[in-house]
């Protein structure tokens, strides 16, 4: 079993950053893959990035490509998500993620946090 366990969400206006953190603990010997999703209000969760165990493979939706990035201290157990020149339209609570196939463009996550509000004004 993994845990993860999400920071760093909040209230920002539009163009403002913040950064989200991810931290695992558990079985985090393994090598997971490690994804950021979303979900706003009556949508669906949507894979936002996800970095290989290396990190030598990144994916970002389009939505986010330039703006964004992840990254991750495996010695800390732990993952990122830089969101700069945040827009309304990235409110949404986001969910970090893990599972242990190292594809990062598929689904099929193993384990779930609770998530991080992100509310961005106009």
């Known amino acids: 079993q993994v845990q993860l366990v999400e920071s760093g969400g909040g209230l920002v206006q539009a163009g403002g950053s913040l950064r989200l953190s991810c931290a695992a603990s558990?079985?985090?010997?393994?090598?997971?893959?490690m994804g950021w999703f979303r979900q706003a209000p009556g949508k669906a969760r949507d894979l936002v990035s996800a970095?290989?165990?290396?990190?030598?493979?990144?994916y970002y939706a389009d939505s986010v490509k330039g703006r964004f990035t992840i990254s991750r201290d495996n010695a800390k157990n732990t993952v990122y998500l830089q969101m700069n020149s945040l827009k309304p339209e990235d409110t949404a609570v986001y969910y970090c993620?893990?599972?242990?196939?190292?594809?990062?463009?598929?689904?099929?996550?193993?384990?779930w946090g609770q998530g991080t509000q992100v509310t961005v004004s106009s």
């Open positions: 970095i290989s165990w290396s990190s030598t493979s990144t």
């Open positions: 993620a893990a599972k242990s196939d190292p594809y990062v463009y598929t689904m099929g996550y193993d384990y």
């Open positions: 558990g079985r985090t010997g393994s090598s997971y893959t």
